[in-house]
Nanobody
């Protein structure tokens, strides 16, 4: 499996910004998708944003225009720039990466989660 390490969460006031970073490591041959999910207390996990190897992106309606996903293929790293944060963005954010290992085994890996708290 690929190992994911997330960073960048924290406490911010409404209207502020944060940038999340997720670095994938291990015997990775190729990456198909990289994305961010979140789970707020009492709610189901939801997709926030994702990007494919071809550069296509997908966003939850609730974050369109405020969040931007980007990646550095050479570093197997995905970022989530979050602007104009709202209290309802408060959640644990999880990185997700899908791809193939050098053993030609497909993998789906999750990060440990990073907490984002937006105060009003």
């Amino acid at each position: 499996q690929a190992h994911l390490v997330e960073s960048g969460g924290g406490l911010v006031q409404a209207g502020g910004s944060l940038r999340l970073t997720c670095v994938a490591s291990g015997n990775i041959f190729s990456i198909v998708t990289m994305g961010w999910y979140r789970r707020a207390p009492g709610k189901q996990r939801e997709l926030v944003a994702a990007t494919t190897s071809g550069g296509r992106t997908n966003y939850a309606d609730s974050v369109k225009g405020r969040f931007t996903i980007s990646k550095d293929n050479a570093k197997n790293t995905v970022y989530l720039q979050m602007n104009s944060l709202k209290p309802e963005d408060t959640a644990a954010y999880y990185c997700n990466v899908e791809g193939r290992l050098t053993s030609r085994t497909d993998f789906v890996s999750w990060g440990q989660g990073t907490q984002v708290t937006v105060s009003s």
